[in-house]
Every structure is written in C-alpha cells, then in structure tokens.
C-alpha cells in the first residue's frame, strides 16, 4: 500500500528550530538581533494545532560601555551583561484549510514564562550601583506559520512571532521587552 502525504490527518511531532530575533522598541537601543533555538512537541488535528516548547535567546549588548549626559560638565556609564531568555511555552493555532495537501498556513497565539538573567553596572555622579538579576516574566503575542510537508514524516516551516514579554518585576526595567522572530523548524511527525 502507498503512503499519502497530506497534513489533513491527526499527527503527533517534535520539531527543533531556529529563529532570527529582531529587537524592538526599547530593547533595540541596547541589544543586538541574534539567532534563538526552540525545541517542542506538537498535536495536529485536522483544524487545530497546539504545541509545548522549550525556547532559548541570548542577546548581546550593542557597546561594551553607554555614556549619558548627567550634567553639562559629567558623563555617567552603564554597563550592561548580555540578556538571556529561556522559555517555557505552549501554544495553540488553527490551521487555515490547506490550499493542497502539501502546504497550509496556521496563525494563532503563544504564551509562555521566561526566566531572564541580566546584570548592569551604573556609574553616575555620586552614585555607583551594581545589580545582578533573575526575573520570570510572562511572554505572550500572536504566530503564524507557513509548513511544508516534505514526506511522509518530515515537514518544514517557515515561523513568525511578535513577541511581548511582560515584566512581573518592577526594579528590572520600567518596559516591556518587544521583538520579532522568523525562522524554520523542521518537524518529525510520528
């Protein structure tokens, strides 16, 4: 008997992926873009999607020192350590009728809770000030996904998110953390 290929059936996966991470707003000022890793288990129904993962991003700093106008006179630095995400996540999306057995898009929304590591050093007239810091905030924002089956157990796609991180801990940062992700995952369906 010969297999079919189509994503119109139930399917359990794991997947590993890679994203592009653009820094946004605020965040953008400090850190570099950089890659992140996810690894994760899925459920496909015929409609609907939902996935557990486990996701990594580590930014970098853009200088190694800031300097501030404190005065007309004074300047202050900061010194910031790099910024490390790691989230555990789940999710849920409905997959838009495939436009043919090979291909279909899905768009949805993730939340997740982020343990972030981050130090800084502030230098300012007066004032010398160091903080070293573990924070979980909650991460949340909308997906859409673009999946290619390639076999009978092999799928790729090409992943988006906008990603808004939620800061449960007033002394780390007075904003919400923004960016967005795109990459590719490639899936195994079991």
């Known amino acids: 008997m010969m297999a079919t290929l189509s994503f119109a059936q139930e399917d359990n996966s794991v997947y590993v992926a890679t994203s592009f991470e653009l820094p946004l ?3 953008k000022h ?3 873009s950089t890659f992140n890793y996810e690894v994760g288990y899925r459920s ?3 409609y609907f999607i939902s996935d557990i993962y486990l996701n990594y991003t580590n930014f970098t700093p853009k200088e190694d020192v800031f ?3 404190e005065t007309q006179e004074t300047y202050g630095s900061v010194i910031y350590s790099d910024l490390r995400f790691i989230a555990l996540g789940a999710s849920g999306a ?3 009728i495939p436009f043919n057995k090979y291909f279909t898009i899905d768009a949805g929304a993730f939340m997740n809770v982020t343990m972030t590591d981050f130090a800084y050093e502030l230098d300012a007239t007066g ?3 160091t903080s070293e810091m573990t924070v979980f905030w909650l991460g949340i924002g909308p997906k859409i996904n673009f999946n290619f089956l390639l076999s009978d157990h092999l799928s790729l796609s090409i992943n988006n998110r906008l990603v808004y991180v939620i800061s449960t801990d007033d002394l780390s940062f007075d904003y919400t953390f923004t960016s967005f992700q795109t990459g590719v995952g490639l899936e195994y369906l079991f």
């Open 127 to 129: 004032l010398f000030e």
């Open 30 to 32: 400090i850190y570099n």
């Open 44 to 46: 496909a129904g015929t």
């Open 67 to 69: 300097y501030f106008l």
């Open 25 to 27: 707003g605020d965040l």
């Open 94 to 96: 409905y997959r838009i």
